[in-house]
């Protein structure tokens, strides 16, 4: 099945600065990759996604990147906030074999801004 | 429109207990899932259900069965409570395609 590694698991940047989480997968046929925010004691939420045939996408200070030959996907937030303070997880969704349909997700990581 | 609804948000149980974790949808979503999570170790997926009537295993299956009698309801089933399940369990649904995963609450459960 689809297996995919999250770095860093911890990260602390300054309110201002930019913070770059990174992901891996294993299955090649994987063809959906989200990302999540999750506050403290709170459900997910989806802050953005990408497409397998899409190699870059952004919405205001969030981003993200595919690359698909070398099967890792990260996500960019520009001028980080507190509020951006949350665990953040990758994720792939798989398009074959077992794994069709079932979305994989990363360890997490715990993204701290100073103010 | 209250998307995904789970109930309860807290349980303590004992160890060989069992409990059924409830969960329901109202967005007419085909795919419906349930998420564990474990400090370090992310989401994972315990079972899945692509329609009524059809459910599979994820990467996390044993000691949990469910079912998926109607589109809107997806409930877990533990029937023999151990200290490993001591987790947070997500319920989590979407329409076909690449849909977006709505997560509910979530519901903390505490195997003594």
């Known amino acids: 099945g689809e297996n995919v590694e999250q770095h860093p698991s911890t990260l602390s940047v300054q309110e201002g600065d930019s913070a770059v989480i990174k992901c891996t997968y294993s299955?090649?046929?994987?063809?959906?990759f989200p990302w999540y925010k999750q506050e403290l004691g709170k459900r997910p939420q989806l802050i953005i996604d990408i497409r397998s045939n899409v190699g870059e996408k952004k919405d205001q200070r969030i981003a993200v990147t595919l690359n698909k030959t070398a099967k890792h996907f990260s996500l960019h937030i520009t001028e980080t906030q507190p509020e951006d303070s949350a665990v953040y997880f990758c994720?792939?969704?798989?398009?074959?074999?077992?794994?069709?349909?079932?979305?994989?997700f990363g360890q997490g990581t715990i993204l701290t801004v100073h103010p | 429109n209250a998307g995904v609804t789970q109930t309860p948000k807290f349980q303590v149980l004992k160890t060989g207990q069992s409990m059924t974790l409830q969960c329901a949808q109202d967005?007419?979503?085909?795919?419906m899932s349930w998420y564990r999570q474990d400090p370090g170790m992310g989401l994972r997926l315990i079972h899945y259900s692509v329609g009524a009537g059809i459910t599979d295993q994820g990467e996390v299956p044993n000691g949990y069965n469910v079912s998926r009698s109607t589109t809107e309801d997806f409930p877990l089933r533990l029937l023999s409570a151990a200290p490993s399940q001591t987790s947070v369990y997500f319920c989590?649904?979407?329409?076909?395609?690449?849909?977006?995963?709505?997560f509910g609450e979530g519901s903390r459960l505490t195997v003594l």
């Open positions: 967005m007419n979503h085909e795919y």
């Open positions: 299955d090649s046929a994987s063809n959906y």
């Open positions: 994720a792939a969704r798989g398009a074959g074999g077992t794994s069709y349909g079932k979305l994989t």
């Open positions: 989590a649904s979407r329409t076909s395609g690449f849909g977006e995963l709505f």
